[in-house]
C-alpha cells in the first residue's frame, strides 16, 4: 500500500499569500496518477487536479500542481478567501487507492 | 448537471447491519465506476469500495472486506452499500462518488464527483 504524507498539517497564510503543499508517497506513483482535491468544512471533497498537473474543469488556474515518483506539489498562486480550507492527496496509481491525511490552510 | 444523492444512514449498534442508497443523475450511469468513500469526524478520507460500470467487478479495502457489499442497479441509477457487522470504528460520512477512469485496473480511478455524504454512527 502506498502512503500519502501531506506537509505541512496546518498552513496560516493570509490572502493574497502563495501556498505550497507537499504530498509525499511511500514509493513511486506510477505515472503520476496523483489528484487533489479541496474540502470545506460540512462539504464534499471537490476535484482540483489529476494526473499531478491537469486541473479539473471549471478550477481557478491559480491552482496548480506539479511532480512526479515520490514528491508533489499543489501551488496556490494567490489566496482567495475562498481556498481556505483543507486539501487531499489521492493516489491512483497502484492498489489499493489512498489518500494523504490532508493539509489545513487556515487564515493568518 | 451530475448530482449524486446519499441516503439510509443513521444509528446503529455495534454488530448491526445498515444499507446506504445513492441516486445518481445527470449523467450516463452504467458507463462509470462507482465508489464509497468515507470520511470519520475529524479525520481523512478512506476509500471503501469501488463497482465496475456493468456492475460486475468489484472491490474492497482491507477494513471492510467480508463485511460490505457494494452493489448498483443499472435501470434505476442507484449505487448501494450493504454494510453488515457493523463496528464502532465504521463511524463516518460516507460519500458516493463517481469514479473517473485514467487506466484499466480497479485502481485506476480519481472521483470527479461526489456526493453530500450520510452520517452512519455506530454506537450503543
Known amino acids: 500500500e502506498i502512503v500519502l504524507t501531506q506537509s505541512p498539517g496546518t498552513l496560516s497564510l493570509s490572502p493574497g499569500e502563495r501556498a505550497t503543499l507537499s504530498c509525499r508517497a511511500s514509493q513511486s506513483v506510477s505515472s503520476s496518477y496523483l489528484a487533489w482535491y479541496q474540502q470545506k468544512p460540512g462539504q464534499a471533497p471537490r476535484l482540483l487536479i489529476n494526473?499531478?498537473?491537469r486541473r479539473a474543469t471549471g478550477i481557478p488556474d491559480r491552482f496548480s500542481g506539479s511532480g512526479s515518483g515520490t514528491d508533489f506539489i499543489l501551488i496556490i498562486s494567490r489566496l482567495e478567501p475562498e481556498d481556505f480550507a483543507v486539501y487531499y492527496c489521492q493516489q491512483y496509481g497502484s492498489s489499493p487507492l489512498t489518500f494523504g491525511q490532508g493539509t489545513k490552510v487556515e487564515i493568518k | 448537471e451530475v448530482q449524486l444523492l446519499e441516503s439510509g444512514g443513521g444509528l446503529v449498534q455495534p454488530g448491526g447491519s445498515l444499507r446506504l442508497s445513492c441516486a445518481a443523475s445527470g449523467f450516463t450511469f452504467n458507463t462509470y465506476a462507482m465508489s464509497w468513500v468515507r470520511q470519520a469526524p475529524g479525520k481523512g478520507l478512506e476509500w471503501v469500495s469501488i463497482i465496475s460500470g456493468s456492475g460486475d467487478s468489484t472491490y474492497y479495502a482491507d477494513s471492510v472486506r467480508g463485511r460490505f457489499t457494494i452493489s448498483r442497479d443499472n435501470s434505476k441509477n442507484t449505487l448501494n452499500l450493504q454494510m453488515n457487522s457493523l463496528r464502532v470504528e465504521d463511524t463516518a460520512v460516507y460519500y458516493c462518488a463517481r469514479g473517473h477512469r485514467a487506466y484499466s485496473g480497479y485502481a485506476g480511478y480519481y472521483f470527479d464527483y461526489w456526493g453530500q455524504g450520510m452520517l452512519v454512527t455506530v454506537s450503543s
Open positions: 494526473r499531478a498537473s
